[in-house]
């Protein structure tokens, strides 16, 4: 649907379908989120401060003919945001095994590509993203910024859409697509590790989600320094979240998350030279 046909984002009101009502499901908990509902063939989600400006790209997304997000219908009666749902599988909080393959790596990677090149061009002008805590990035581009295994949807065992667009805003493509192999590799200290997935060798799973996604030279060398970095201001944004925002934030920072995200430094310092050698094997 062209945005010229669409209702304004503020005026956008869902009517529950013939029923609907019958079928609900209660979504996973995300670690910010909670109270996220399947009705039908939509999800409901609490309304937000950046809920338009999330809109606003996934109509932008939609109008792009990407087909791996949802659809911004309108909020319900109860003020709930409401989207289409995705049908499909999401990795549980602790990724299955079936999360390691490949060749979902792979496609992975490949999404989140196209979905970096259906979002050029994208400015939230009349509906601006929240900024983000202690400092900004770069606005380049807008992006997900949350891509993890419990937000990509698979179909067949390949990466078939994104959902939980609660964290996007401008960034870099590079930061984005960082942050994905932050989760997908994974890239964090083998102490954090995922039971069963003892095996799984970062720096073979970096070279294939680097290749799949089509990074290039610079962006190879400039990985180690760029992810400790990028792991410096995580640290710092969740202790702010934690203690201004409280809820699921402080929840996080209660369980550890903070101690993980120095940990994953460390490694990514202790083993910049292996992930320049993996990169540029």
Known sequence: MSSRHRAPL?????????????DVELMPA???TDGVVRVGGTIRRPHQPQSLAVAAYLDWLEDAGFDGSPRFLGRDAEGRDVLTFLPGQCAGPVPEAWV???????SVA???????????????????FPPRPVRQDPADLVCHLDVTP???????????????FDLAGPTTAFKDSFNTAMHWVPLRDPADGWPGWEDADPFRRLRI????YGWDAGERRRLPAFGIEATALSYERMEHNARVLGGGWARMWDEGVGGM???RGAWLEANA???LDALSR
């Open 30 to 32: 995300g670690d910010v």
């Open 273 to 275: 030279g292996r992930l």
């Open 150 to 164: 419990q937000n990509v949807v698979v179909r067949d065992g390949r990466a078939a859409g994104i959902v939980d």
């Open 209 to 212: 989600f680097a290749d799949a």
């Open 100 to 106: 390691r393959a490949e060749e979902l790596l792979v």
């Open 110 to 128: 490949q999404l989140l590509r196209r979905l970096h090149g259906a979002s050029a061009g994208f400015l939230p002008d009349g509906h601006p």
């Open 261 to 263: 995200i120095r940990r």
């Open 10 to 22: 503020e005026s956008r009101v869902y009517v529950l379908a013939a029923g609907e009502a019958s």
